[in-house]
């Protein structure tokens, strides 16, 4: 995850202000997974889309300014697989996610959180075969079994 410095910005204005209210609102619901003395701590869950260590370093400075920022302590949860990250949310495991719109489906519908930042661009996804497939179209496609990323992909 590469954001430039005015993304960043603004992503950690935007999450500073929504835990502000996370913190202060009884109706968003949100508790603290454990109390550090007076300084809630709580949990983000992030998926495996690189290997943990890279995903420490990448979102490690981003989580150690927005706990800073916000107050609070936030510890960063990576998952080794995207079945394990599914499992916790469905069971309220972390008090906050990273998820594709999948997912946060299922976090809303099993333990009823909430969406707090969204990207407007719309979902694209693209399907690629084989350089050497006779597949060329969509068409083609009719009738022949598709791999996908995940199980729920």
Do not use: C
Request: avoid cysteine; charge should be positive; charged fraction near 20%.
């Amino acid at each position: 995850m590469k954001l430039n410095s005015i993304s960043l910005k603004r992503s950690i204005f935007i999450i500073s202000l929504l835990f502000s209210f996370s913190l202060t609102s009884p109706s968003m619901g949100q508790k603290p997974s454990e109390l550090n003395g007076d300084k809630p701590v709580y949990t983000l869950a992030i998926p495996p889309l690189s290997p943990p260590v890279q995903m420490y370093k990448e979102w490690g400075p981003f989580i150690e300014r927005l706990s800073k920022e916000t107050g609070t302590e936030i510890q960063l949860k990576v998952y080794n697989t995207i079945s394990a990250l599914e499992s916790d949310v469905i069971k309220g495991v972390p008090d906050f996610a990273f998820t594709n719109p999948y997912h946060m489906v299922l976090a809303r519908k099993a333990q009823g959180y909430i969406p707090l930042v969204r990207d407007k661009t719309p979902l694209v996804g693209i399907l690629v075969v084989h350089k050497d497939s006779p597949i060329n179209s969509i068409q083609d496609l009719n009738g022949k079994e598709i791999a996908f990323p995940a199980p729920n992909a």
